[in-house]
């Protein structure tokens, strides 16, 4: 079945550092693959997307593109901000069996000042 | 454009009683999804619903958990007997008919916490 594997946290970052954040998936066919946030409390936000491959989706200089050689979608952000201090889910929608979601397991960003 | 809604956003329940768990889509949204998210988790999938049907439930556990979504009205998690284990985050999903990206768009949550 489908499946996204994300890198374990805690990741804990100085202000103005580049972030990585690693994610592979396994799926059939040509699923759709998203980065999602969680702050502290709160529901997930949809921070980007790609729906085929070589896709790049980008927000709120966040960046992640679509390798399906690869069946990667590695999160970046070249300066991060105390404010990106969240938890992050990597996720797939497939486009066959019912178009449930798959998450990670999340990893938790920490920026200190 | 409201967002997905759901309520409460916090419920209490001591073990043994029912917890009914609400969630309006979005406006013009058929596809309704409930996830679970256990402490320091990720989400797991539960249940897909589109308007009166049960599209997929093989995420949901096969005793004590009800998920509906009638043709008027909200969709309802339902968990009857609830036990310390059932205490967890419940996230609730929807989509429009035929979303090519299958982007689904997530309420806020209920915290149900089982004492």
């Not at chain 2, 009205?73 to 339902?78: E, F, V």
Request: charged letters at 20%; one cysteine or more.
């Amino acid at each position: 079945g489908n499946s996204v594997t994300q890198m374990e946290g805690p990741v804990t970052l100085s202000e103005e550092a580049f972030l990585t954040i690693n994610c592979t998936y396994t799926a059939t066919g040509y699923p759709s693959l998203f980065w999602y946030v969680q702050y502290p409390g709160e529901g997930l936000q949809l921070l980007l997307k790609a729906t085929k491959a070589d896709d790049k989706g980008s927000n709120k200089g966040f960046e992640a593109t679509y390798r399906k050689e690869t069946t990667s979608f590695h999160l970046e952000k070249g300066s991060v901000q105390v404010s990106d201090s969240a938890v992050y889910f990597c996720a797939l929608t497939g486009n066959t069996g019912g178009f449930k979601t798959i998450f990670g397991a999340g990893t938790r960003l920490f920026v200190k000042a | 454009n409201a967002g997905v809604m759901q309520n409460p956003r916090h419920l209490v329940r001591r073990r043994g009683q029912e917890a009914r768990l609400r969630c309006s889509p979005m406006k013009g949204h058929s596809h309704v999804y409930w996830y679970r998210q256990l402490p320091e988790e990720g989400l797991k999938f539960m249940v897909y619903l589109q308007k009166e049907n049960i599209i997929d439930e093989s995420g949901m556990p096969k005793e004590r958990f009800s998920a509906e979504f009638p043709k008027e009205g909200p969709s309802i998690l339902r968990i009857q007997q609830v036990v310390r284990g059932d205490s967890a985050a419940y996230f609730c999903a929807s989509s429009p008919p035929g979303a090519g990206d299958n982007e689904q768009f997530f309420g806020p949550g209920t915290r149900l916490t089982v004492l």
